[in-house]
């Protein structure tokens, strides 16, 4: 019906069964079905025609017509910041002969698709790699804390990190254990809608987060959406962040704190935060890659704890409540102490801290060894222990974790 080759970019008119759309063909992806056709609408948007329900298609104008943008660089005068991109929603910029969203591959892609950065700062951009947010292992967390670490000791002012926003509150809380003594900020930055959407949360958020790269920070923190409107962004901690909606663009809030910021288009605020040191940032950009993070739930079993705590070399558990698991489950955990492997608890309740004195079982855990991790959020926990394991004796571990470190906890313990 379509040689894609030939027509993507077209302005085309689709008759189908339901009605008529006019929109600019869009090339295929490597996801692509055979059997759909996709279309950039006029309002921005992105809509899958199935060929069994198009009547007709007309072209209404070839791509070769449309006009396209010479990609020119600013560079900015400005405080020096460094931008390194890993991927994700926010790492990508629209092709104005298609209509297309590509990838941002190369540190010009990246300086091109917000070109209103210059107006900011000297961007020095770079990309790390270009992975889904999904698929970060430790293995990147370590090349994140080196580059980052390396920029600031190079003479940059401030780190932007432009990641995917699944599991960019993980990457921050590792960057918050690996570099210490900051001598200037570490601002992690996504985007929940893609750069081609009228709805789009990428701009407004790489201009914030490089905004405020070139403040006296000295802490790793997240920059994104405060509110659904375009108004300003919000300040997180990058031990205290979580994602808690799955596309709105103000999904990210701060747990058990208040952000320590917000951002607008004038400038930012910051309070109850810490300043930037003087020195070179020190870097310990080792983690543990066996240890695992699990959810206490009525069906699990006193065996399958077991083979996953013989799989790795720590555990985090999200317990219910003030920090439970099911009272089967406390021999388990006595004897994975007993045998050095260090078991921490925290809350699915995300609010509030634990209280393992409160009732009989909580108790027991702690009579088993088990270490309550107070107010932290489980994955922090879990990547604290990480950093932990590949960093520090054991015999110290349960006093580390019980330690606020990176604002991931309240001084308070409840033991």
């Known amino acids: 019906m379509i040689d894609y080759t030939e027509s993507s970019g077209d302005l085309v008119e689709i008759t189908t069964k339901k009605g008529v759309y006019r929109g600019r063909l869009l090339p295929r992806h490597m996801l692509s079905r055979d059997d759909i056709i996709i279309v950039k609408l006029e309002n921005g948007y ?43 929603t926010i790492a990508s910029y ?5 209509g297309a969203v590509h990838p941002a591959i190369s540190s010009e892609d990246f300086l091109f698709s917000v070109p209103e950065l210059a107006d900011i700062a000297d961007i020095d951009a770079e990309m790390l790699f270009s992975v889904l947010s999904e698929d970060i292992t430790p293995e990147h967390w370590k090349k994140m804390a080196l580059e980052a670490g390396k920029a600031l000791n190079s003479g940059s002012e401030g780190v932007v990190i432009a990641h995917g926003t699944d599991t960019m509150s993980y990457s921050a809380s590792a960057l918050s254990f690996a570099l210490r003594n900051l001598n200037g900020p570490v601002v992690f930055v996504g985007s929940q809608r893609s750069s081609d959407r009228p709805s789009s949360d990428a701009v407004m958020n790489l201009l914030s ?36 909606h799955t596309s709105r663009r103000d999904a990210f809030k701060s747990i058990n704190s208040d952000p320590i910021g917000k951002v607008t288009p004038e400038g930012y605020e910051l309070k109850n935060y810490r300043k930037k040191s003087e020195g070179d940032v020190e870097i310990f950009p080792e983690f543990e890659e066996k240890v695992a993070l699990i959810c206490a739930y009525p069906g699990l079993s006193a065996e399958t704890l077991e083979h996953i705590i013989s799989e790795n070399r720590g555990i985090v558990i999200a317990g219910t409540g003030l920090g439970h698991i099911k009272s089967s489950m406390i021999p388990v955990i006595k004897e994975a ?79």
């Open 337 to 415: 102490v007993k045998d050095g492997k260090p078991v921490v608890m925290t809350s699915q309740c995300l609010y509030g801290t634990v209280n393992m004195n409160v009732y009989s079982t909580g108790r027991s855990l702690l009579a088993a060894g088990i270490i309550p991790g107070g107010d932290m959020l489980p994955e922090t926990a879990y990547v604290k222990l990480s950093w932990a394991l590949a960093n520090i004796d054991l015999e110290e571990i349960g006093e580390f974790m019980r330690k606020n470190i990176a604002g991931e906890m309240e001084e308070r313990r409840f033991l």
């Open 94 to 98: 629209v092709d104005y002969r298609t």
């Open 209 to 244: 987060a490089v905004r405020l790269a070139t403040s006296d920070l000295g802490e790793v923190v997240i920059v994104m959406h405060a509110s659904s409107s375009d108004d300003y962004c919000h300040v997180h901690r990058g031990t205290r962040a979580r994602k808690m």
């Open 46 to 88: 992105n809509v899958g025609f199935s060929t069994e329900d198009i009547v007709s298609i007309k072209t209404i104008k070839k791509a070769e017509e449309v006009k396209s943008v010479k990609r020119e660089i600013r560079r900015g005068k400005g405080p020096k910041i460094t931008l390194f991109g890993t991927g994700g």
